[in-house]
């Protein structure tokens, strides 16, 4: 079973913008025809799927990193995801992520790490050092973001 980016999986995470990348991490997911969550469905929504060995259903958003699991064929992810997480960055983007300027996707990405910085801070399961090096990298990417997309 793929675990991949199951905590926090940074280093792929701008991969996870990308629709088709997030279906890919369906590939044991329990849901296929007939359904209203389907890969491709779960995909477009937001979702990369997280199983455990307890949970083979969980779905996080890799923006706002709501977690859902105890999915059933008829659930629709988009209404889950807006009812159990309304103020999600991901579903308020209206357009294409191909189609945001640098200065918007700038802005997009600074609220996921600042979403995924306090998710860090309120568990505290990870050692300090851990925290401080991923703050470090964080800060880095956002760096190298910043000069690639607007000194080229």
């Known amino acids: 079973r793929k675990k991949k980016n199951k905590e926090n999986g940074l280093e792929t995470v701008h991969n996870m913008y990308n629709v088709d990348m997030r279906e890919l991490s369906f590939v044991d997911w329990p849901f296929r025809e007939d359904c209203n969550c389907t890969p491709e469905k779960m995909a477009q929504a937001g979702f990369i799927h997280c199983p455990t060995d307890h949970e083979p259903d969980v779905a996080r958003c890799f923006y706002c990193l709501i977690e859902l699991e105890g999915w059933e064929p008829d659930d629709d992810p988009w209404s889950e995801h807006e009812k159990r997480s309304p103020n999600c960055g991901f579903l308020k983007m209206k357009k294409d992520f191909t189609e945001l300027t640098v200065a918007e996707f700038f802005n997009l990405e600074k609220e996921r790490l600042k979403v995924y910085l306090v998710r860090i801070i309120k568990t505290l399961s990870i050692p300090l050092s851990d925290f ?17 997309f607007f000194f080229p």
């Open 132 to 148: 401080v090096q991923r703050l470090f990298f964080f800060f880095n990417l956002l760096f190298i973001l910043f000069f690639f």
